[in-house]
Each structure stands twice: as C-alpha cells, then as structure tokens.
C-alpha cells in the first residue's frame, strides 16, 4: 500500500578490541585513536556489549515502481530506541526523517530527474560504532560518505550525533536491448551530493557542508534490477564504486 506502518526488534552484541599497550616484535603500542577518544570523553561504547533495541516507523510511498522509479515520492520517518531495561549497555535513540523524489518530464525518453533530503538526530550517548548506522526500510543504512551518500569520499567519512544529507541526479536510459530474452538497458547519470554533520540539532546549519558529484553508468536488467557504476570527485579525490541498485 502507499502508507505503511513498520515495527521491529533488534538483539545485538559487540565486540570491540583495543591494541593500547601490547606488545609486538618486543615494541609496546601506544594509545590508539580509539582509546585517546575514549579517555578524552569524546565517544561511548569504548567496551562494545549489547545492542537491543526496538524500531517504529511509517513510510508513506507512491513510486510507481520501487526497484527502478521514475515518478513519485518516498518519505519515511523511523526511529530506534536501545535501552537499558531491554538489556542493552546503552541507552540511546535515533530518529531518521527522509524525503525522495522521482519526476519524468519526457516518459519516452526514460529521463528521470531524482533528489533526495534527509536528516539523522542521535542522543548524545548513542555508542559510536552506532552513529554511522541510520535505521530504514528501504532507505541508506549509512551515513555519511560513500555509495549512498557523498560519492567522492570513503563510506562513514564523517560521523556525529546528529547528520544532514541532500542529492539531486539526472538519469537517463538512452538505449534498450533484448540478449537470450532478458530486457536489457543502458543508462547514464550525473550526480551532486552534499552533506554535513553536527553535534546537536541546535547546531544545524547551511554551512561547512562537504560537496562532491560526478557521472555514472546504469545498466538495467528486466527493469527490477539495476547495477551502478557511478564515479564521484570530492575535494579529497576521486572513487569509484559500482553498488546494485540506485543510491536511494
């Protein structure tokens, strides 16, 4: 349907190794990043544990074909709760709100203009082996960096509490072919993507956002499946990524 209601569990545990003060080759390693943060005050979750947590959500959604959209919108809002009474180490939330859309101006010629907004807000407590994990349904489990988000930087390049998030990209499916009857199709795309991270919501702002874009190469396979192969410049270089699907 378009309105769909979410509800779920998660039980977790992790486990996290620190190399502060053991020795190699007769050589003591002094205090890792990991550790300096931690004693510094600067992250939670220094000692990992459980990771239990309960999510509810509601996607409102008129795509008018999921895998492969060419009109419509996406708009979802979830959040993640991870208590102590349920047995996690931490208690921590998450809320996601996320709107994308899709518009054909030209149908026939499988021109497809997409944009996509979304914000992450994190307690302060949140562990940070979590604060790069954005809950969804059929949405980006990673913020921010990478394929699904700033192409052009390495994936989970920058992390807080609190995440902001905007694209806008240009597709266009240009030729078709029939090969041992499976329908295949040639696309290419141009992207901009922008982003940004801030430690409180009051913090939020149009400034200090990092850019990056690009073009990329789509090949569709009966429609449902498509694979990208998109190649994104940032300000600290150029990577390529080739991902199975679309970006959001």
Do not use: C
Request: charged share 15%; net charge neutral; aromatic share 14%.
């Amino acid at each position: 349907g378009i309105l769909r209601p979410m509800a779920g569990i998660q039980i977790a545990y992790y486990d996290i190794g620190d190399y502060t003060g053991e020795t190699h080759d007769d050589a003591v390693i002094q205090p890792t990043h990991l550790r300096s943060d931690f004693d510094a005050g600067r992250i939670k979750g220094f000692n990992g544990g459980w990771d239990n947590s309960i999510r509810l959500g509601l996607t409102y959604d008129t795509r008018d074909f999921a895998p492969n959209p060419s009109n419509g919108v996406f708009l979802q809002a979830i959040g993640r709760a991870s208590l102590r009474a349920f047995g996690s180490s931490e208690s921590y939330r998450q809320l996601k709100l996320e709107a994308r859309g899709f518009y054909s101006p030209f149908p026939r010629t499988r021109l497809i203009l997409a944009g996509r907004l979304g914000y992450l807000a994190q307690t302060s407590n949140t562990p940070f082996y979590i604060l790069s994990q954005a809950p969804g349904v059929d949405a980006s489990s990673t913020w921010l960096g990478g394929f699904d988000s700033l192409r052009g930087f390495q994936t989970n390049r920058f992390v807080g509490n609190n995440v902001a998030v905007a694209s806008g990209e240009v597709r266009w499916f240009f030729a078709k072919s029939t090969v041992w009857n499976q329908n295949l199709a040639f696309g290419a795309t141009a992207f901009v993507d922008a982003g940004s991270v801030f430690d409180t919501i009051g913090d939020t702002s149009l400034k200090h956002w990092k850019p990056s874009g690009g073009v990329g190469f789509l090949l569709s396979w009966n429609v449902s499946t498509v694979v990208s192969f998109d190649l994104g410049k940032s300000g600290e270089g150029n990577l390529f990524y080739m991902g199975l699907g679309f970006p959001y």
